[in-house]
C-alpha cells in the first residue's frame, strides 16, 4: 500500500492580488465571484467566499502552506504532490521566494512533487507562454514525469501544455509520447495501480460538455480522457476549483482537491490518498 498527500492551489499572493484589485476597483469582486460561478467554480446552490480585504503580505498563504508541511513531517507519507498554482503573479518574484523557502521545511526524505498551473506558466493566468514554461523548467524541473512508489505508478502531467498546445511549439506532442510510452511501459504493466496528476481537472460533471474555464479545454480532453482509462489509470487528482470536487468516467475516478492557500468554497485544505491493489481510499483534511 502506498500512503501520499495531495495539495493544490498553494498560490502564494493570490489574496494580496485581489484584495489590491478590489481596492483599485470595487466592481471587481462582484465580477469574479458571478464569473467563478458561471465556469464552475462554485458549485450550483453554494456560494464563494468572502473576498480578502486590505491584504498586503502572504501571512495566511505560508501559514497553511507550513502547517501542511508540518504535518507531513509527522505522518512521513510516501511524497507529497502539489497539483499547480504554486504562485499567483509570474511577475512577483517574491511569491516564488516564499514557496520556496517554506518547501525546505520539508523533510529531505519526503520528495516534494510538483506539478505547474495556469498561474505558474501563463502571464494573464490563461495563455501559456514558451518563456514562463522555460523558466519554471529551469526553478523547478520537469513539468511532467512519472515514477513509482510501492509498486504504483504515478504521473505527472502539464495541463496547460494541453491548453495552450497552439503557443507552445511541439510540446503537446512531445508529452503525449511521454505518456504514452509511460503507459505503455513495463513499470505500467507491473503497477497495481496508476494515477495521475494534473493542474485542472479533465472535467467538472460531463465529460462531454464543452466549455468552462473549471475544467481542461474541450481540445485535446478527450483524447487524454481515453488514453488514461484504456491504460488503466484508475485515479486522477487536480486542483484549480479551489473546492473539493469528484466525477468518473467509466473506471477513471476524477477528483479536484481544495485550495491551501484561498479556498473559494468551503475550507482550506489538503488530502491524503492510500492506494492498494483494488482499493483506493482518500480523505480531505481540512487546516
Ligand atoms: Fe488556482
Redesign the pocket.
Known amino acids: 500500500m502506498v500512503e501520499f498527500m495531495q495539495l493544490a492551489?498553494t498560490?502564494f499572493g493570490?489574496r494580496r492580488w485581489m484584495s489590491h484589485q478590489a481596492k483599485e476597483d470595487p466592481q471587481t469582486q462582484a465580477t469574479r465571484q458571478q464569473r467563478w460561478i458561471d465556469n464552475g467554480f462554485v458549485k450550483e446552490g453554494e456560494l464563494p467566499n468572502p473576498y480578502p480585504v486590505d491584504v498586503t503580505d502572504m501571512a495566511i498563504e505560508s501559514e497553511n502552506y507550513s502547517k501542511v508541511l508540518n504535518i507531513a513531517n509527522e505522518t512521513k507519507p510516501a511524497f507529497v504532490m502539489v497539483c499547480g498554482?504554486l504562485i499567483n503573479n509570474l511577475d512577483q518574484l517574491d511569491q516564488r521566494s516564499a514557496l520556496l523557502e517554506i518547501s525546505e521545511h520539508l523533510n529531505k526524505d519526503i520528495p516534494l512533487r510538483l506539478v505547474p498551473?495556469n498561474?505558474d506558466l501563463c502571464p494573464d493566468f490563461h495563455n501559456a507562454s514558451p518563456e514562463a514554461l522555460q523558466e519554471y523548467r529551469s526553478v523547478f524541473g520537469a513539468d511532467y514525469y512519472s515514477f513509482v512508489a510501492d509498486e504504483a505508478l504515478f504521473v505527472g502531467l502539464n495541463s496547460e501544455i494541453f491548453d495552450s498546445s497552439d503557443l507552445l511549439g511541439n510540446e503537446y506532442e512531445t508529452q503525449m509520447e511521454f505518456l504514452k510510452d509511460t503507459l505503455h511501459s513495463q513499470e505500467a504493466k507491473n503497477a497495481h495501480s496508476i494515477c495521475a496528476f494534473m493542474h485542472k481537472p479533465l472535467f467538472l460533471e460531463d465529460p462531454l460538455d464543452d466549455d468552462t474555464y473549471g475544467q481542461l479545454k474541450p481540445t485535446h480532453r478527450k483524447d487524454l480522457m481515453n488514453l488514461l482509462e484504456e491504460s488503466r489509470v484508475s485515479l486522477m487528482l487536480a486542483?484549480?476549483l479551489?473546492h473539493n470536487r469528484e466525477a468518473e468516467y467509466k473506471n477513471l475516478k476524477l477528483i479536484a482537491t481544495g485550495?491551501v492557500g484561498y479556498p473559494i468554497v468551503g475550507s482550506c485544505g489538503y488530502r491524503t490518498i492510500a492506494l492498494e491493489p483494488e482499493v483506493m481510499t482518500h480523505r480531505y483534511h481540512e487546516i
Do not use: S
Request: aromatic content about 0%; glycine content about 20%; cysteine-free.
Open positions: 492551489d498560490q493570490m498554482d498551473g498561474h486542483g484549480h479551489h485550495a
